[in-house]
């Protein structure tokens, strides 16, 4: 079973440039995350769709980033204008359905892609 | 206060040594928790689930403290192959989706 894509792998941008990334979850998957992994600290989680629909976008910096899963698969995050603090490894995650973590529940990872904003 | 505290790190043990881990997390309604491991530059994985009778998978131990708000990790006989950043994780409530809270981590090396 292929897992989680997510593309470029890493991306060097200067601040205030604008810059998207990439995610097709697994296939059947219905809830798929963003989260933010800044060195030295856990993953944190940006947005979490579940299908089309957003869940929890509590934690996403909605003046610069803006995320979407139009037709309920794949899903673009973008960051517009960048700061130097947004230099991190963005993580997709899938899972097959929302409600509590393990089980068919349990999140699945992609490679991640690596910012870095000079 | 952090939502998940985790001993900060790095450990550094020798091979066949036994190794625990422990964590604290701040929301008493807290539901799931579980451990992952992490290689260098790499995605997280899910290592083990941890339920409050505790469990074992193989040389992982995991316990979890409801009165206490604390979670372990022993590795016992430790690999040179363990060497990897492990994560403590709690989920929020059940409405909130199955939102997982990550700790900082704490980094494992193993050597010879």
């Known amino acids: 079973e292929a897992g989680v894509a997510q593309s470029p792998r890493y991306k060097i941008i200067e601040k205030r440039q604008s810059v998207a990334f990439w995610c097709n979850p697994i296939?059947?998957?219905?809830?798929l995350y963003w989260y933010q992994q800044i060195l030295g600290q856990g993953p944190k989680l940006l947005i979490q769709f579940q299908n089309n629909g957003v869940v929890d976008d509590s934690q996403l910096p909605k003046d610069r980033f803006s995320a979407e899963r139009l037709k309920g698969v794949d899903s673009t995050l973008k960051i517009q204008p960048a700061k130097l603090e947004d230099s991190a490894v963005y993580l997709c995650a899938s899972s097959l359905d929302l409600g509590l973590a393990g089980g068919r529940n349990e999140q699945f990872f992609g490679p991640g892609t690596r910012l870095t904003v000079l | 206060r952090k939502e998940v505290e985790q001993d900060p790190g790095p450990f550094n043990v020798p091979e066949g040594a036994t190794v625990a881990f422990n964590c604290t997390y701040s929301?008493?309604?807290?539901?799931?928790f579980f451990w992952y491991r992490q290689d260098c530059r790499k995605e997280p994985k899910l290592l083990m689930s941890v339920y409050s009778s505790g469990n074992e998978d193989g040389r992982f131990t995991a316990q979890l403290n409801r009165a206490s708000q604390y979670i372990s990790l022993l590795i016992r006989d430790s690999k040179l192959s363990d060497s990897a950043t492990y994560l403590c994780?709690?989920?929020?409530?059940?409405?909130?989706?199955?939102?997982?809270?990550f700790g900082q981590g704490t980094e494992l090396s193993v050597k010879p």
């Open positions: 994780v709690v989920t929020a409530r059940e409405n909130q989706g199955g939102k997982l809270i």
């Open positions: 929301n008493s309604a807290s539901q799931s």
């Open positions: 296939s059947g998957h219905a809830t």
